[in-house]
Nanobody
Framework: QVQLVESGGGVVQAGGSLRLSCAAS????????MGWFRQPPGKEREFVAA????????NYAYSVKGRFTISRDNAKNTLYLQMNSLKREDTAAYYC??????????????WGQGTQVTVSS
């Protein structure tokens, strides 16, 4: 069992930056590949980024490639998502998930409760 708690969401102006964190507890964090997903208002959950349990390789959705960076600190049991050059279309609830490196949400076993990111113009 893995418990995941996201933090770091908030309101930011377009062009700004935020860093999301996902604190993990329970079974060994370092043995899990991890991902970030998001769910915009009125839309389905979509893949954002993923990272192998060893730290590389990483995998990004086309819409965020070059702007977002996923990373992890296995010593701190924490996953991060650095988001730069934010756009209004990045507004969503962001979720971290454990168990896979791929973009299919059904491949992940554990999910956090989400943190809201709102990008204003």
């Amino acid at each position: 069992q893995v418990q995941l708690v996201e933090s770091g969401g908030g309101v930011v102006q377009a062009g700004g930056s935020l860093r999301l964190s996902c604190a993990a507890s329970g079974r060994t964090f370092s043995s899990y590949s991890m991902g970030w997903f998001r769910q915009p208002p009125g839309k389905e959950r979509e893949f954002v980024a993923a990272i192998h349990w060893g730290g590389t390789p990483t995998n990004y959705a086309y819409s965020v490639k070059g702007r977002f960076t996923i990373s992890r600190d296995n010593a701190k049991n924490t996953l991060y998502l650095q988001m730069n050059s934010l756009k209004r279309e990045d507004t969503a609830a962001y979720y971290c998930a454990a168990g896979s490196y791929y973009s299919d949400p059904s491949a992940y076993n554990y999910w956090g409760q989400g943190t809201q990111v709102t990008v204003s113009s």
